[in-house]
């Protein structure tokens, strides 16, 4: 009996050493070969199947493969969870997590403490409720102090938890950030909101709208090679 084609994707479980990780599994008739990837932010195994290659094929290719799955999957750095002890930097220091039983259910800051108050089994809510404040009341005043430098006046300001862009501007002058560069040094934060605060003049990469950058931000070129290298480390806090 021939073993079933695989639909265009398709999720399942692998097990490897008593963890579990969703196995994305997609059909790619241009694909001339089998690719097997791990995605560090998300987890999850993905599999690229070339149109003639049954599932069969498929998983017999991700078991012959899995050495080097674990090898990657050791290699990436460790998850740090919103939780009593852990430390995580802010704006360029590191604050060390603390619960304070009979404390405020808030998150504040002392010294190099970032605390809380309240049950343990909500610090991770607090804490990320914290950095999303402190972060929007940061770089919300930052992009305004740029685009002022600029003439110009954002439409709207807005933070989110994206997983592919540090920023983004509309044409109508709408700024977005990721909340998580409050975690990055502080000068790749002002490189990021140079840059999304120069598209409010010029919405393009051409040569114009580098001068404005280089100008808002004469470190860019830094910035820029430590988003690439480590940026994929701020996604693994909380």
């Given at each position: 009996m ?16 008593e ?142 938890d ?5 920023g ?71």
């Amino acid at each position: 009996m021939p073993a079933p084609k695989p639909t265009k994707t398709r999720t399942l479980a692998l097990t490897m050493d008593e963890r579990e990780f969703p196995l994305h599994i997609k059909v790619n008739p241009r694909s001339r070969r089998l690719i097997l990837r791990f995605c560090a932010r998300s987890q999850a195994v993905l599999l690229t199947l070339p149109r003639r290659v049954s599932l069969e094929e498929g998983m017999a290719f991700v078991e012959s493969r899995k050495p080097w799955l674990r090898a990657q999957i050791f290699a990436q750095p460790q998850r740090v969870r919103f939780i009593e002890g852990a430390v995580i930097p802010v704006c360029g220091e590191h604050l060390t997590l603390r619960h304070v039983p009979g404390g405020s259910p808030v998150a504040w800051r002392e010294e190099n403490n970032l605390c809380v108050g309240g049950t343990p089994e909500n610090m991770e809510l607090r804490i990320r409720r914290w950095l999303l404040s402190h972060a929007k009341a940061t770089i919300g005043t930052i992009a305004q102090e740029k685009a002022a430098l600029l003439g110009r006046t954002p439409s709207r300001i807005t933070l989110r938890d994206t997983t592919s862009l540090w920023g983004s501007c509309t044409a109508k002058g709408a700024l977005s950030f990721s909340w998580r560069l409050i975690l990055a040094p502080p000068e790749v934060m002002d490189y990021v909101i140079c840059h999304e605060a120069a598209h409010l003049v010029h919405l393009h990469h051409g040569l114009r709208f580098w001068k404005v950058v280089e100008n808002l931000c004469p470190h860019h070129l830094h910035a820029r090679a430590w988003l690439r290298a480590q940026g994929e480390d701020l996604h693994r806090y909380g």
